[in-house]
């Protein structure tokens, strides 16, 4: 007979748990401190397949900073291991990553084919990285991409904000939810993905709060953190292959579409979901 770990309790309050979210958020980006160290030794002008390869070294020492130290925190407040909190490895993993990269292309692409097809307003994306790049100089400029989108955004982020803080509240599920997607989708605030104004910063944060209720909900639904994981490598992933296609449509349309179309998602999952705790156990 298996035995189940007892219901996860935060020896924190929830109230404090938020804050420190907000905190830990920036902390696994000391891990890039030792960077510094070969920063002597490389060329001044470095190629764009050096530059890469630097940045992807940066996203492997970040998430590993990020498994520490989340993992030190969660043993620390919750009494947990990472794999307790979602992180776990199984054969299950790679479909529902995929299933959440899918549903986030869904979103993604959803919104970029409402503005062109309906011609809304939109201004064209200018910062495409790699752009005239060929060859081995634009590969590592996509290994580079992937490396931050899932070691770098994808798997730290997730594990911190659907992962510890969720199971911080882990017997309200859907609270722990709307608190986690606003609170990660306020912290945009500071973000800079092309807004002009604070009304423009508004609509970007309500995207950012929009695919994180999605992967929290498609986290809740499946058991997985994985999905979530998933779903926010996805918008960074569907984002760069965009990129080599005519539907670069940037501009708070675009955003209040993507926020709306994450959260109509979100809502359909948790419809006919009947759990009563957070609970990833694949």
């Known amino acids: 007979m298996t035995a189940h770990p007892a219901p996860t309790r935060s020896r924190l309050p929830f109230w404090a748990c938020v804050p420190l979210a907000c905190l830990l958020m920036f902390a696994p980006y000391l891990g890039a401190a030792p960077v ?39 043993r620390r407040t919750l009494g947990r291991r990472l794999a307790e909190i979602g992180l776990r490895i199984s054969r299950d993993a790679w479909w529902l990553f995929g299933l959440g990269w899918l549903l986030s292309s869904v979103a993604l692409v959803g919104s970029q084919l409402l503005v062109g097809g309906l011609d809304l307003p939109h201004r064209q994306f200018q910062d495409v990285e790699g752009a005239g790049l060929a060859g081995s100089a634009l590969a590592m400029v996509v290994l580079m991409k992937v490396f931050q989108a899932v070691a770098m955004q994808g798997i730290p982020e997730e594990l911190l904000w659907r992962g510890w803080l969720m199971h911080c509240l882990a017997a309200r599920p859907r609270a722990a939810l709307a608190v986690s997607a606003l609170t990660f989708g306020a912290m945009h605030w500071i973000s800079r993905g ?10 970007y944060c309500l995207q950012a709060a929009g695919f ?61 979901w009947k759990g009563s705790r957070v609970e990833y156990t694949r």
């Open 36 to 74: 510094a160290l070969i920063e002597p030794f490389l060329p001044k002008n470095p190629s764009q397949e050096v530059s890469s390869a630097v940045n992807i070294l940066v996203s492997c020492l970040i998430l590993a900073a990020a498994l520490l130290i989340f993992g030190w925190v969660a």
């Open 194 to 203: 092309g807004q002009q104004g604070p009304g423009e910063q508004f609509v």
């Open 212 to 272: 994180a209720f999605l992967a929290g909900a498609l986290a809740l639904r499946l058991k997985s953190l994985w999905c979530a994981i998933g779903v926010h490598a996805g918008l960074h992933l569907t984002n760069l292959a965009l990129a080599f296609t005519p539907l670069l449509y940037d501009g708070p349309t675009v955003w209040a579409l993507q926020a709306a179309l994450y959260t109509a998602l979100g809502l359909a999952l948790l419809a006919a």
